[in-house]
């Protein structure tokens, strides 16, 4: 499932499209041969220009895409082993332009993880964070901390063009109490490990909730004995 896009006309949003389409394509023909796979929805959400489709369509189909063309909404699916579980992940590919701010709503409210990437070169995109980060906490009507979140820095291959130290970058995570990585699309650095982190914080907030469904069955069962 592709949605429309702004450029639907130029070679690189075509074989994007291609690419979310038969990636979906396989994906669903695998997922329903599985007997059970844990499921997750991602959404990668930003500032327009910082990566977001380049981090995506590396960490699915381990190309990159070397030129900006903007989003508004694209879906992947990927499988993948994180851990001793077989997931299957959908990630949707956000619009980062301030003319689609009102599209933001619905897909944050049918995530359950997000993924907030900036560019280290571009300190813009590091202060839009708060009005994402924000955004995200009230659709989810929650507090802060309580949404699973992760805040990657891309582009840390330009090293000589850095605007954001990681100290900082490290510090707003902190505060805001989201993992923090760096990665580079163009260099294929920490693309799997910044969504295995992500899916692993997941993963970390649903075990208690799991365990104490297990607790109650086994008090139940021992009530009818």
Same mark, same amino acid.
């Given at each position: 499932? /592709?949605?429309?896009?702004?450029? *639907? #006309? #130029?070679?690189?949003?075509?074989?994007?499209?291609?690419?979310?389409?038969?990636?979906?394509?396989?994906?669903?023909?695998?997922?329903?041969?599985?007997? !059970?796979?844990?499921?997750?929805?991602?959404?990668?959400?930003?500032?327009?220009?910082?990566? !977001?489709?380049?981090?995506?369509?590396?960490?699915?189909?381990?190309?990159?895409?070397?030129?900006?063309?903007?989003?508004?909404?694209?879906?992947?699916?990927?499988?993948?082993?994180?851990?001793?579980? #077989?997931?299957?992940?959908?990630?949707?590919?956000?619009?980062?332009?301030?003319?689609?701010?009102?599209?933001?709503?619905?897909?944050?409210?049918?995530?359950?993880?997000?993924?907030?990437?900036?560019?280290?070169?571009?300190?813009? #995109?590091?202060?839009?964070?708060?009005?994402?980060?924000?955004?995200?906490?009230?659709?989810?009507?929650?507090?802060?901390?309580?949404?699973?979140?992760?805040?990657?820095?891309?582009?840390?291959?330009? +090293?000589?063009?850095?605007?954001?130290?990681?100290? +900082?970058?490290?510090?707003? *995570?902190?505060? !805001?109490?989201?993992?923090?990585?760096?990665?580079?699309?163009?260099?294929?650095?920490?693309?799997?490990?910044?969504?295995?982190?992500?899916?692993?914080?997941?993963?970390?907030?649903?075990?208690?909730?799991?365990?104490?469904?297990?607790?109650? !069955?086994?008090?139940?069962?021992? /009530?009818?004995?």
């Amino acid at each position: 499932m /592709n949605t429309i896009t702004r450029r *639907a #006309t #130029t070679t690189d949003k075509r074989t994007r499209q291609q690419m979310s389409r038969n990636n979906n394509n396989n994906s669903k023909s695998n997922h329903n041969s599985e007997t !059970k796979l844990e499921e997750y929805k991602i959404a990668v959400v930003g500032g327009g220009g910082v990566g !977001k489709s380049a981090i995506t369509v590396q960490f699915v189909q381990n190309i990159f895409i070397p030129d900006y063309d903007p989003t508004i909404e694209d879906s992947y699916r990927k499988h993948c082993r994180i851990g001793d579980q #077989t997931c299957f992940l959908e990630i949707l590919d956000t619009a980062g332009q301030e003319e689609y701010k009102a599209l933001r709503d619905a897909y944050m409210r049918s995530a359950e993880c997000f993924m907030l990437v900036f560019s280290v070169i571009d300190r813009r #995109t590091f202060h839009e964070l708060e009005e994402f980060h924000d955004q995200i906490l009230r659709v989810k009507d929650a507090d802060e901390g309580h949404v699973p979140m992760i805040l990657v820095g891309n582009k840390c291959d330009l +090293e000589s063009e850095r605007s954001v130290s990681t100290e +900082e970058a490290k510090q707003y *995570a902190r505060e !805001k109490k989201m993992l923090y990585m760096e990665c580079s699309a163009r260099k294929r650095h920490n693309i799997d490990e910044s969504f295995h982190a992500l899916i692993r914080e997941v993963q970390s907030r649903q075990k208690p909730q799991l365990e104490q469904q297990s607790r109650r !069955k086994r008090r139940a069962i021992c /009530n009818i004995m």
